[in-house]
């Protein structure tokens, strides 16, 4: 069965705009977590939708939103982009249930804002 | 809030030695799970364990969950190249769906 689906895989953008980032689950999934991946950070959670519900989020600011439709795919989307938010986003997508968060991730979208 | 530290946070080692990386929490855990990344790609999952003093092997590669269920610990027999990556464990809480991934280890076994 098809993976998970993330795009675009690579973006530039510049400081001040805003971008949407794209992700397809693996088909019967119903969650879907977003994770921001830096060097300097590591792996840091952003919010995770369960049925189209926000049902955990992180310590992110405002300007970073979702939203899950529902088919179960997911859109992330960054608002007036800074230059500290270059980094690879990932998604993953689970069942979801309890006892049922073995993660399936993307390959990422590469964002790198100039 | 729940922390995963893992150690060493890096290591490079020769080919066909024996390490070890181990993941540490104050929290407990209801469940572990340990993933390979590759540069480039995402984090791709390796095993899952659930019952606390739980062994887990995987070819070379030997997992245990803490008796406490508060930590982790991944062995690699005879490393190889192909074992280079970055290596994260995460953790599901009792009653909360979400995972918690801990800081990584990032191994290099030098050919």
């Known amino acids: 069965k098809a993976g998970v689906t993330q795009t675009p895989r690579y973006l530039i953008k510049t400081r001040g705009q805003q971008v949407t980032l794209s992700c397809s689950p693996i088909s019967g999934h119903r969650s879907v977590s977003w994770y921001q991946q830096t060097p300097g950070q590591g792996l840091q959670f952003l919010f995770e939708y369960f049925s189209e519900t926000q049902r955990n989020k992180g310590n992110f600011p405002g300007r970073f939103s979702g939203r899950q439709f529902s088919n179960s795919r997911s859109e992330m989307n960054v608002s007036t982009l800074e230059l500290g938010d270059s980094a690879l986003y990932l998604c993953?997508?689970?069942?979801?249930?309890?006892?049922?968060?073995?993660?399936?991730f993307g390959q990422g979208t590469r964002l790198t804002v100039v | 809030t729940q922390l995963l530290e893992q150690s060493p946070q890096f290591l490079s080692i020769q080919e066909g030695e024996n390490l070890t990386v181990y993941c540490n929490s104050s929290?407990?855990?209801?469940?572990l799970q340990w993933y390979r990344q590759e540069p480039g790609e995402g984090p791709v999952l390796l095993v899952t364990?659930?019952?606390?003093?739980e062994v887990k092997k995987l070819k070379r590669l030997t997992f245990q969950f803490g008796d406490a269920r508060k930590d982790s610990s991944l062995h690699i027999t005879a490393a190889q190249p192909g074992d280079t990556g970055l290596y994260l464990c995460a953790g599901e809480s009792f009653g909360n769906e979400k995972l918690t991934f801990g800081t990584g280890t990032r191994l290099t076994i030098i050919p």
């Open positions: 364990v659930v019952t606390g003093g």
């Open positions: 993953a997508s689970s069942f979801g249930g309890t006892g049922d968060t073995e993660a399936f």
């Open positions: 929290s407990v855990f209801s469940s």
